[in-house]
């Protein structure tokens, strides 16, 4: 098993599409929790992966409940991305098979997801008070590379 990129209920296409293309680069798999904020097939989506979409390790699960019983992950696999995240995402030690959780883009993450995982949360710090937060897709590339660091 490798590093997994998780997108809870992704709500743009591109985005989405900006990720699997990471997701491809780095041999990770991508797994989708519904809903979503587009079609699946969305040309938007495909544009923004390119012609690398096809190649994406693509897993969807239709809730949050139905990953956690497919997958069952130890809490020490789990690092969730808000902004608000104690633990900067340079300091954990990822296993191999950590999932890399993010929430929609005007959202975040679900209090529901948050609260029982809110010592796992990681954050990308910024330096400018001018901005809220990053795209998701620069995000999800920013916290993969970290996730592999040493492991090339």
């Known amino acids: ?25 780095l041999d990770l798999e991508l797994i989708l929790i519904r809903p979503y904020g587009f079609e699946i097939s969305s040309k938007h989506l495909k544009r923004a992966g390119l012609d690398y979409w096809q190649h994406v390790r693509l897993t969807e699960y239709d809730c949050w409940d139905a990953f956690l019983a497919a997958r069952a992950p130890r809490e020490e696999q789990m690092f969730l991305y808000e902004e608000y995240g104690a633990m900067r995402f340079d300091e954990p030690a990822y296993p191999d098979d950590a999932y890399l959780v993010f929430g929609c883009e005007t959202k975040g993450l679900p209090t529901a997801i948050v609260e029982p995982l809110a010592h796992r949360i990681v954050s990308l710090p910024m330096r400018s008070p001018h901005i809220r937060s990053l795209n998701l897709s ?10 592999l ?3 090339f």
């Open 1 to 25: 098993m490798s590093v997994a990129v998780v997108l809870v209920h992704p709500e743009i296409p591109h985005n989405t599409g900006a990720v699997g293309r990471t997701c491809v680069a």
């Open 138 to 147: 620069n995000t999800v590339a920013v916290a993969a590379y970290q996730a």
């Open 149 to 151: 660091r040493g492991k």
